[in-house]
């Protein structure tokens, strides 16, 4: 008896993201799905899973070049690429159909939406730990919306040095300035 199964993915995609923009891709009439993702550039490309009403950021991350990794999307996100440098990216991506594995749903974590603002004429290389590792362009503001107690990092000479932990503390909207955060934390009085 011979039984043969039924591929559920669809083709290998390939999409080359112009400079400085971001591209959703939605499929309305899945119930969710996984993507398999390679990045094919030579700089690191942004990965993320939003929410389709509010455009809150879900789950994402910095994907390496050359590197490739996957992402579920629920049926009320889209994914999302983004390619914050001066040069193209390409990117290659499947699309698995099907509903991904129910999480439990715990209690929500608060969250907190405000700017990450870099007022140097710097670009500045964040670690946001479990969401993504952004880099803000010099004389630029970048919109994020971090769960209470999100740690935001800065790699210096190898090492991790802890700028700030966001808190129900800053109002919602407002601006942090990142170089100001630098200095307190290289100036910092053990």
Do not use: H
């Amino acid at each position: 008896m011979i039984l043969f199964a039924q591929k559920r993915e669809l083709a290998k995609s390939t999409l080359v993201l112009p400079p400085k923009q971001v591209v959703v891709i939605d499929y309305p009439n899945y119930k969710g799905f996984r993507v398999k993702v390679w990045n094919k550039a030579k700089f690191e490309l942004g990965v993320s899973a939003r929410n389709k009403e509010t455009d809150s950021l879900q789950k994402g991350f910095g994907l390496d070049k050359g590197a490739s990794a996957s992402l579920s999307v629920e049926e009320d996100m889209c994914l999302q690429f983004e390619n914050r440098f001066f040069a193209p990216l390409k990117v290659e991506y499947t699309i698995f159909k099907g509903k991904p594995a129910k999480k439990k749903i715990g209690a929500l974590t608060p969250q907190r939406g405000f700017y990450l603002v870099n007022t140097t004429a710097q670009a500045i290389p964040l670690k946001i730990p479990g969401v993504m590792n952004p880099t803000l362009s010099a004389f630029s503001k970048s919109g994020v919306d971090l769960p209470i107690g999100q740690k935001i990092l800065l790699s210096v000479a190898g090492k991790d040095l802890l700028l700030f932990t966001v808190t129900d503390s800053i109002p919602k909207g407002s601006g942090v300035n990142v170089a100001d955060l630098i200095d307190r934390a290289l100036n910092k009085k053990d």
